[in-house]
Structures are given as structure tokens and as C-alpha cells.
């Protein structure tokens, strides 16, 4: 069901294969990630508190919907965001976005790394976005991108090899530059935060996307100003991470690197916020695509747990035994609306 109304296009699933190799890594590493983490929770109990909503700007109510790993998180009465008891602040944001070194960075993703990262990652994307504008009566020459928040610039590329004109924009001075060391173009430009803002509200690109960035901002409420003064914007696609299963599995293995409500995800998005940032904006609900990794997170944790009691044998029976049956578990739980990720197209309302 769609909560969002009109005529919009629901998309459910994706295959997990392709990300299968990327995310075993978590398990690997997962007594890293869970080091990094906590110190990053601590970074965020540093913090003044948070009184309103990230999105709508209530007051939170005083009681809390959950607690988990030591942070309150308050369901908003008004729009149903769920936010941390604590504020991202610019201090949060400096302390936690470190700038790696580009020596590293580049030796650890390789050309092959990059292509099978823009191929089963950002392609798809790139694809359901083109398709769905095609719908709306735009070709690919017709589409102008600015992607916010670039980061390596594989999305750019990917909409780039399917003939749109992309450009992005990124903090990160390191993965500008090894972006456009890859895709052989200055596709990518290094910006500050305040900067970036900037950019938005200027920008003469019909479409801009923001894939896995708008629950980093710190002055989120001034980028949907400016997304919503700037006329020249006709589209927006979003990915943002949810308040879904994998918050839940994230709390019963409090000894797994909790992917999706930890780091720098100190708030998370339902259906009813979605839409009610979107109105925000000026916009509406164009396409949705929902393929959550819930399935997968379940899965490496329950590996990583299986692991650390010593039971090399049954972890093997559940490799054998749960792997076959992911993407059918993860299609139940993506058409259940409460899936880890969604991808959004929305539309400027007409006026
Ligand atoms: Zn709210």
C-alpha cells in the first residue's frame, strides 16, 4: 500500500547476490565496526539534547518510543520521524566525518572494486530514476543532475553511461578526487557544507538526488528551503535509511555493528515523515522503490553470533540453509513497509 497517495509507482525487491560479497566484510570486521560505533555513540551522548523533530521542527514528546544501546529515540507526535535524544550538531558531524587520507582510499578500491560497485550498486539506481523520468515524458538528454553529496561520484557516472548530464557535489575533497580519477571526467566538485546549501539554491539542474545524505545533514531544514525555492528543481530522488526490522535485530545483537540506527544515522524516516518532508519541499511522491537489507543484517548476525560461540558447524548449516531463501524473505518484509531503505522520485507539485 501506498501511504503517499496520488498516482505514484510502488517498486518492491532487489536482488541481494550483488551486494553479497560487499557486506560480508561486515562480518569480518564486525568487532571494528562495533569499537567505531560506540565511540561514535559517545560522540553523540556528548551532545545537547534534542528537543524538536528533525524534520517538522516539533517539540518532541517526553516519552520515548525505544531506547537502545544507551540513546533514547522519540517517535514524533506530528510526522512520525523518529529521532535521537540527542542532536546532531555541527560539533557531532566534525568529530564523526574524519577525512581519510587519499593514499588509503584509492589503494583499497581498485578499478575492478569501482566498476562492480557502479554496476550492481549505482546502475540500478541510475536506472529506476531514468525510468521513471522517462515516464514523465523526460529522455535522458532532458535530465540535469546535481547529486548531493556525491560522494565517490558513482552515481554521477552511472547516470553519466546512461546519457543524462550529471554532476555532483561533495565534501570530501578525497573522494572528489578519486571519483573523477575514475570516471576520467571533473564531473565532481569538492564543496563545504554551507557551500553545498548554496549550490542547492542556485542550481539550474531539473533533477537533484540525494542518495544516502539527507540524514547526515546538520542544517536539514535550510536544504529543504532550498530545494523548495529553487523552481529550476522539477524532481528529487532520494534514498533515506527507515525505522524497520533491522533497528529491531540491531538491539537483540548488541554485540553486531549496527548498520542502520548508529554512526551517523541519529534519526530515521517512516512513510508518514517521508511524506511530510516531501510537502515540505513543495513536492510529491513520483515512484518508490523499496529493497531493505533487513534479511541480510539478520543473517550476519546471526553468523557473527554462531561464530563467536564456537559453532563453525551450524553457522555453515545456516549459510547452506537461510542464504537460498533471502530474497524471498527480504520481498515479504520490502512489501511490508517496514523494509531497512527506500528510493524515491518526487515531484515538484504544480503550482
Ligand atoms: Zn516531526
Not at 545537547?48 to 518510543?65: A, D, F, M, N, W
Request: overall charge negative.
Amino acid at each position: 500500500m501506498c501511504t503517499m497517495g496520488n498516482n505514484c509507482d510502488s517498486k518492491y525487491g532487489k536482488s541481494l547476490d550483488d551486494i553479497l560479497s560487499i557486506k560480508s566484510s561486515f562480518i569480518s570486521s564486525n568487532d571494528e565496526l562495533v569499537k567505531e560505533r560506540e565511540m561514535q555513540a559517545d560522540i553523540l551522548k556528548s551532545q545537547k539534547k534534542r528537543e524538536t523533530c528533525k524534520i517538522c521542527g516539533s517539540v518532541l514528546p517526553s516519552e520515548h518510543l525505544f531506547f537502545t544501546r544507551d540513546i533514547p529515540y522519540f517517535e514524533c507526535s506530528k510526522c512520525g520521524h523518529i529521532n535521537s535524544g540527542y542532536d546532531d550538531t555541527e560539533d557531532f558531524a566534525a568529530k564523526l566525518y574524519i577525512e581519510q587520507p587519499y593514499g588509503s582510499t584509492y589503494h583499497e578500491a581498485s578499478r575492478e572494486t569501482y566498476e562492480t560497485r557502479l554496476k550492481n550498486i549505482y546502475t540500478p539506481k541510475a536506472e529506476f530514476m531514468v525510468e521513471t523520468l522517462k515516464k514523465e515524458g523526460l529522455e535522458c538528454e532532458d535530465i540535469h543532475l546535481l547529486d548531493d553529496g556525491a560522494g565517490s561520484g558513482y552515481f554521477v557516472e552511472a547516470a553519466s553511461r546512461l546519457g543524462c548530464d550529471a554532476k555532483g557535489i561533495e565534501v570530501s575533497s578525497t573522494q572528489v578526487r578519486f571519483g573523477n580519477e575514475m570516471s576520467g571526467k571533473e564531473n565532481l566538485t569538492a564543496v563545504s557544507g554551507a557551500e553545498a546549501t548554496q549550490f542547492v539554491k542556485d542550481t539550474k539542474c531539473n533533477v537533484i538526488s540525494f542518495i544516502g545524505v539527507l540524514e547526515h545533514i546538520t542544517n536539514l531544514k535550510d536544504v529543504i528551503d532550498a530545494v523548495r525555492e529553487n523552481e529550476n528543481i522539477k524532481y528529487v530522488y532520494c534514498s533515506v535509511p527507515m525505522f524497520s526490522f533491522s533497528v529491531i535485530f540491531e538491539d537483540v545483537f548488541r554485540g553486531c555493528f549496527n548498520r542502520q540506527l548508529g554512526g551517523g544515522h541519529t534519526h530515521l524516516y517512516t512513510d508518514s515523515s517521508l511524506a511530510y518532508m516531501a510537502d515540505m519541499m513543495g513536492f510529491e511522491k513520483c515512484a518508490s522503490w523499496k529493497f531493505g537489507s533487513d534479511m541480510m543484517d539478520l543473517y550476519r548476525m546471526l553468523s557473527v553470533e554462531l561464530e563467536k560461540n564456537g559453532n563453525k558447524g551450524l553457522n555453515g548449516v545456516l549459510h547452506d540453509k537461510f542464504l537460498p531463501l533471502l530474497n524471498d524473505m527480504q520481498l515479504l518484509v520490502d512489501k511490508s513497509e517496514f523494509a531497512s531503505e527506500i528510493h524515491m522520485v518526487l515531484k515538484r507539485k504544480d503550482s
